[in-house]
């Protein structure tokens, strides 16, 4: 059964600018029920949110939505079809899972300018329920959410953004230009870093997901070879996404890198898709 979001709303009041998006010191922070969402770094895209006073061992979902976009839930969405294909055309909503006690989740504002819902839902009974809800007005830089870390491609800790910053030492001469870091940044991740075959032949979960791990293990699938390409590429201050989308027909991320004015394809993953040169159709962005 389908239910749609409609709820009683918290309103956050933000002020936008012809050069940027910013909340007053009265709505930098904004409680409502169990969501606590801090827009003290919306003018670079982003938002940090946190679940305060969550049921334990109850699952949440975070749904950003952008001017008008209607996201269903239900409780059969992976055998129901229809809501498969309805969830497909929705390209202006996107979904996160947090958990009880989460705290600074750095969610992304990409989707462009204008105005965002955030709603929280939480798992009753087997189905999604909406539960509180904030609003956010953006007026930025498209360009810039694609410098931040956040929840897909997080290296915002000290330690991890410490050891990237190393390593990117020894990969990018000084004064390159963007295209020529690119092409060794892709030399590098070819050489020291591996796609986890194993764990792709198994349809397994792969052991090692995040930025942290794969700069200490050096090996995981698609997605983790994407977002730690992405980090790379943020860090030098070129302007990045790692896309999740098919390609062949089969699930895989990969990475869009904005060079010369527009987004160019780059997948380090692509030693495995030599043999046929897939199409690729790209579904979300962080």
């Known amino acids: 059964m389908k239910k749609a979001i409609a709820l009683a709303l918290c309103f956050v009041l933000l002020i936008s600018s012809s050069t940027g998006a910013f909340a007053t010191a009265e709505t930098d922070k904004k409680t409502c029920g169990t969501i606590s969402v801090d827009f003290s770094k919306l003018e670079q895209g982003i938002i940090l949110v946190s679940l305060e006073n969550a049921v334990e061992y109850r699952r949440y979902k975070l749904v950003v939505e952008k001017e008008g976009a209607v996201y269903y839930y239900d409780e059969e969405e992976n055998e129901n079809p229809e809501l498969k294909n309805a969830r497909s055309e929705m390209v202006f909503v996107y979904f996160y899972d947090l958990y009880p006690g989460q705290k600074d989740a750095i969610i992304p504002l990409q989707m462009g300018n204008g105005a965002y819902r955030i709603t929280l839902a939480e798992q009753i009974d087997g189905q999604y ?77 792969p052991e090692y997901t995040d930025v942290g791990d794969m700069i200490k293990h050096r090996i995981g699938l698609c997605e983790a070879l994407s977002a730690t390409t992405v980090a790379f590429l943020r860090l ?12 062949g027909g089969g699930a895989h991320a990969w990475v869009e890198v904005y060079i010369n004015g527009e987004f160019v394809i780059y997948d380090p993953s692509y030693r495995e898709y030599k043999q046929h040169l897939p199409s690729y159709h790209p579904e979300r962005y962080y």
């Open 129 to 205: 329920e909406p539960a509180d809800r904030v609003y956010a007005n953006l007026n930025i830089d498209p360009m810039i959410v694609w410098l931040q870390p956040n929840i897909k491609v997080n290296y915002s800790s000290a330690a991890v953004k410490a050891d990237l910053k190393r390593e990117l030492k020894w990969v990018v001469l000084p004064g390159a230009t963007d295209k020529k870091k690119l092409e060794s940044l892709a030399n590098h991740m070819e050489h020291q870093f591996a796609y986890d075959f194993i764990a792709a032949d198994k349809r397994e979960a």
């Open 236 to 247: 030098m201050g070129i302007p990045a996404r790692l896309v999740i989308g098919r390609v």
